[in-house]
């Protein structure tokens, strides 16, 4: 059985390797931290009184920069317009050696598409072989999907924000059009752009597609059914998250799942005021 020591250190390493500097503790991680140190403390020779010793009872801990290329580099924003402000991120994405020095990342970069001033961000999780060849985020039958859902809600992709947490492809042995999820340490050698892009664009809300956006994003685990159907903010600004468009293709376009993404973009329409008819709030719900 763990000790509550050992689930908080865990706790804390994970912490660590994504790039977190301190936490904040409940009383709970200040008891195991007290068990850490009297434990420390009886093992010595001639521990002094531990009546007498301070013991850890501050809120928060600092934990100490992780050995990562994600501590060596820093990103500026340069531009008088946001048009002008994301394309110097863009720029800087090219090389970037947090990245870059991970070796488990494929060369070609790709960044973002649509309108930097918009209402809505749509943020996936990385580029697959149709992107990486489109240098575009959301092509092939995925991105396919993403424009009829963008359509049936009367949006199109210039009028969006689409990115995705990591800029790169995620490379495989012998790789070809099979694609694989990002781990944490990629995704954490790129988050810097996603929440760079996030303050340029500065929109209402933002879709969080599938569940490695959303772990990225919120720094919560879950699957996606347990993370839709509300509302979660990202310092300010109102995240929903839903199926990625892939899952769509993948379950066979079931009218179940439809309908629960369909729910989520209606949730979406609302909270950016859009005007929504009936036949729209009717799609994909079972025949009468």
Request: hydrophobic share 40%; proline share 8%; with cysteine.
């Amino acid at each position: 059985m763990s000790r509550p020591v050992d689930v908080l250190l865990e706790f804390l390493e994970a912490e660590q390797a994504r790039g977190v500097t301190h936490v904040h503790l409940d009383d709970g991680a200040r008891e195991a931290l007290r068990e850490v140190f009297n434990s420390a403390k009886a093992k010595k020779a001639a521990p002094p009184r531990l009546e007498s010793t301070p013991t850890p009872t501050t809120a928060e801990i600092h934990l100490d920069p992780p050995q990562a290329p994600v501590a060596t580099a820093q990103i500026s924003i340069e531009g008088a317009t946001r048009a002008e402000q994301i394309d110097s991120l863009r720029r800087q994405a090219e090389n970037w050696a947090p990245a870059k020095s991970l070796g488990s990342l494929r060369e070609t970069m790709v960044f973002s598409a649509g309108n930097p001033e918009a209402r809505v961000m749509l943020v996936g999780e990385a580029p697959g072989y149709q992107e990486e060849r489109e240098r575009q985020p959301f092509v092939g039958p995925a991105g396919q999907k993403l424009n009829d859902i963008l359509k049936a809600m009367g949006l199109s992709r210039e009028e969006v924000y689409i990115s995705n947490i990591v800029k790169f492809r995620p490379s495989t042995p012998k790789q070809t059009t099979n694609n694989r999820k990002p781990v944490a340490a990629e995704i954490a050698a790129c988050l810097p752009f996603i929440r760079s892009e996030i303050d340029i664009v500065r929109p209402a809300c933002i879709v969080a597609l599938g569940e490695t956006a959303a772990e990225g994003l919120l720094e919560i685990t879950g699957t996606v059914a347990s993370l839709r159907e509300r509302w979660h903010d990202y310092q300010g600004t109102p995240v929903r998250v839903t199926y990625h468009p892939s899952y769509l293709l993948q379950t066979g376009d079931g009218h179940q799942t439809k309908r629960q993404v369909w729910e989520d973009m209606l949730a979406v329409m609302e909270k950016l005021e859009l005007p929504i008819s009936e036949k729209q709030r009717g799609f994909f719900l079972p025949k009468a």
